[in-house]
């Protein structure tokens, strides 16, 4: 039975953890297991927007894919309005699709090039909505091109076309027109000019508000996270690093990776003395002794290498994945956190 309490989430994820099967290179060997995802927890209410950032190979996409059913569950437990999704069939997610959709980095690719764009949209509809009839169907996707910025008569076009930022609207279309509660974006708009970035992140704003809809939105770039996201998550070979609403974590990071993902961005100059160290990457088979970013960090000591740092919660309701993270690092108050050339629109 579904959880109608408002105050309770929509998505309640605890200890997920994926791994993958790794190269054996003797018969006797034990099979290596590469962490994924690892321990991950997080809640994400209805109408909130969860950023999910971390450097490639962090595990963003693998979490975006198990939470849309199209990477198997292996461990903890992944909640959507309190039923269990971990172990649902395909049956069972097909009845699951109306309510959670994703939206793909490359449009172009996620769009059939023989289909005009009417019927790539309406597709959806005839699985997940039979109660509608052709004419109910066509009007919906008339009305849904018109909501994401095009128009009726753009139905009769094929993808080629139109442009790449066209087409992300066209699969942001295609994704809301059974009317889902989640949203899924995994970097819907890394591969578009910066001016077209920001239309897009706009756009998902809008809809948003239009369809009260929860928004996981997983992108490398922190200047677009800050400007879309509630709260924000940040991973690291699949771990957690850290997890704090969106001024916290932008204004007074605690984890030195974030610190360090903060520094890299251009044109930054407020935490240039906490960038990254040069070091080996950790390994991602079997446990880690100690913590994962040690090799990189420039506050780690012997014990860092030693003894796998615990999960401390603040007063303010952030989590850090760190044995020093005991108080916040504020930047100047002046730091500003551009988008490039094209500014986006203000709340």
């Given amino acids: 039975m579904s959880n109608t ?21 003797l018969p006797w060997q034990a099979m290596p297991r590469l962490r994924a995802v690892d321990d991950i927890n997080f809640n994400l209410r209805r109408g909130e ?19 849309v059913g199209l990477q198997p569950i292996q461990a903890g437990s992944v909640r959507f309005e309190g039923r269990e999704l971990k172990g649902l069939d395909k049956k069972d997610w ?58 009726a008569a753009d139905a009769e076009r094929y993808p080629r076309e139109f442009s790449g930022g066209q087409c992300q609207r066209i699969a942001i279309a295609r994704a809301l027109i059974a009317r889902p509660k989640l949203l899924i974006c995994d970097e ?22 239009r369809f009260d809809l929860a928004i996981l939105f997983i992108a490398h770039d922190l200047a677009v996270v800050r400007h879309i996201s509630n709260r924000v998550l940040v991973m690291y070979f699949g771990k957690l690093m850290e997890q704090a609403d969106r001024d916290v974590l932008f204004g007074a990071p605690r984890h030195p990776y974030t610190r360090a993902l903060l520094a890299a961005m251009p044109g930054q100059t407020a935490f240039a003395h906490y960038q990254a160290r040069d070091g080996e990457l950790p390994n991602p088979y079997g446990p880690p002794v100690g913590c994962l970013f040690v090799s990189r960090c420039p506050m780690a000591d012997e014990r860092c ?9 603040y007063a303010d309701g952030a989590v850090a994945l760190c044995h020093y993270a005991t108080d916040a690092i504020a930047p100047p108050s002046d730091i500003a956190f551009a ?3 094209a500014d986006l629109r203000a709340s």
Avoid at 6 to 24: D, K, T
Avoid at 116 to 135: A, D, M, T, W
């Fill in 5 to 25: 309490d408002s105050n309770s989430p929509l998505l309640a994820v605890r200890q997920l953890r994926i791994q993958y099967p790794g190269r054996r290179w």
């Fill in 49 to 67: 927007t969860l950023g999910v950032v971390g450097e490639s190979g962090s595990g963003k996409s693998t979490l975006a894919r198990a939470l």
């Fill in 94 to 151: 097909r009845a699951l699709r109306r309510d959670v959709q994703m939206v793909f980095q490359d449009p172009q690719a996620s769009l059939n090039p023989r289909l005009k764009i009417g019927r790539s949209i309406g597709e959806p509809l005839k699985i997940l909505c039979p109660e509608l009839g052709r004419g109910e169907r066509r009007a919906r996707v008339h009305e849904m091109l018109e909501q994401v910025g095009l128009s």
């Fill in 188 to 209: 819907v708009v890394s591969a578009l000019d910066v001016s077209v970035q920001a239309q897009i992140i706009n756009l998902l704003r809008d809809l948003q508000r």
């Fill in 305 to 313: 290498t030693r003894q796998p740092p615990p999960y401390r919660r």
């Fill in 339 to 341: 988008v490039g050339a």
